[in-house]
C-alpha cells in the first residue's frame, strides 16, 4: 500500500488496537473490528475510485495535448525540457549554482515529459486500433 491507501490504513490501525484492549465479550470485539473493516474498505475503495478519474483526466489531457492542430500546444513540453537542458549546460561552463527548487522542477519536468512522451508514442496506434474495432 502507498499513499492515500496506507493513510487510510494508518488512520483505522490505532482504533483496532483500542477495540482489542477493550474489556468485553470476545463477540462484541469482533463485530466492533467487522464494522472498522467495513469502514477501512469503503474509504479504500473511494480512495481508488479517485485516484482512477485522476488518471483518466491526465491521460485525456496528454491526449488532447498530443492530437492538437496548434504547433505549441504538441510541442510545448519539448520546448520546455530544451530551456532546462540549456540552462544545465550553462550552468556548466559558466559555473553559476542551479537552486533547488529549480532542480526539483526540472527533475519533475523530465518525469513528466519522458511519461508524456510514452503516452503520446501510443495515442497513434490505440487509436488506430479504436478505430479499426469500430469498423468491424
Known amino acids: 500500500m502507498s499513499g492515500p491507501l496506507s493513510f487510510i490504513a494508518g488512520?483505522?490501525?490505532p482504533v483496532t488496537n483500542l477495540v482489542d484492549n477493550l474489556h468485553t465479550s470476545d463477540e462484541e470485539r469482533l463485530e466492533a473490528?467487522?464494522?472498522l473493516l467495513q469502514l477501512e474498505t469503503?474509504?479504500?475503495?473511494?480512495?481508488l475510485a479517485y485516484e482512477q478519474k485522476l488518471a483518466e483526466s491526465q491521460a485525456s489531457i496528454i491526449v488532447a495535448e498530443a492530437t492538437a492542430n496548434s504547433w505549441l500546444t504538441r510541442t510545448w513540453r519539448p520546448i520546455t525540457m530544451?530551456?532546462?537542458v540549456f540552462l544545465v549546460v550553462w550552468s556548466q561552463f559558466t559555473g553559476m549554482e542551479i537552486p533547488p527548487d529549480l532542480w526539483f522542477v526540472i527533475k519533475?519536468?523530465?518525469g513528466g515529459?519522458?511519461?508524456?512522451?510514452?503516452?503520446?508514442?501510443?495515442?497513434?496506434?490505440i487509436t488506430k486500433i479504436m478505430k479499426s474495432k469500430e469498423e468491424v
Open 11 to 13: 488512520l483505522i490501525k
Open 33 to 35: 473490528k467487522g464494522v
Open 42 to 47: 469503503a474509504m479504500m475503495s473511494q480512495t
Open 82 to 84: 530544451l530551456t532546462f
Open 108 to 110: 519533475i519536468g523530465l
Open 113 to 125: 515529459y519522458l511519461g508524456g512522451r510514452s503516452v503520446e508514442k501510443s495515442v497513434g496506434s
